[in-house]
């Protein structure tokens, strides 16, 4: 018969993987591209809003890595935020703060459609330099 | 008749700023959206050209400010770079590297298709923590 701890490690370390990458999904960044389709009419509005509630967002948020919002250049009425926090708690602690709220509220009548697409980076630690 | 500088200042303010525009036209940052799909069976292989081509131009290329690329969590075989670069010259630049013509090559029977997105930054200095 075999020692007991022959069977229990790999049991062990199988309990360890599986723990280990459920604890990191929660902690490892959260990456996701919001595409957005805002009224024309109301769009330089909107700009002010959304860039207020970025700048906030990144300045007294620590979880926040980036909100790098582009329009495009032939549809400017089209919107990708390249969003990027820290984990998840990080962004379920910014869709609960006063500016995001304050945003949200303030420009749902200026938004046609929401997209949010949860992303995964193919090189994580890449930077803006 | 009116002094000739009050026809001509604002002529030359308009020459001016039209002129001003062009100009910083090419010397102001390029982003860009670049939306790729990918031959599932090909995706691993395009994965790791793709990161090489990227680490290899943000490395050596210090016109190329990011190349931050994401696939979608839901559908693993469709890309989407954002491509800042410190202007068109370094674009310019970077499409005749070694790297870029080799990743160009390689990956040509892996890309099912590609769109170029011309894009405007709405905070042109935004970083990633």
């Not at 929401?114 to 630690?125: F, M, R």
């Amino acid at each position: 018969m075999r020692p007991p701890w022959i069977i229990a490690a790999p049991l062990a370390l199988a309990m360890l993987a599986v723990s280990g990458s459920a604890l990191s999904e929660e902690q490892e960044p959260m990456v996701r591209l919001s595409k957005l389709t805002i009224d024309p009419s109301q769009l330089e509005a909107y700009k002010v809003a959304l860039a207020e509630e970025i700048e906030a967002s990144v300045r007294c948020e620590p979880g926040v890595l980036t909100l790098y919002a582009v329009s495009e250049k032939n549809h400017p009425e089209k919107f990708t935020i390249l969003e990027i926090y820290a984990d998840r708690a990080a962004y379920q602690a910014h869709i609960q703060t006063a500016h995001f709220l304050k945003y949200k509220a303030g420009t749902k009548r200026m938004v046609k459609s929401l997209e949010l697409i949860n992303a995964v980076p193919l090189i994580p630690g890449m930077k803006i330099k």
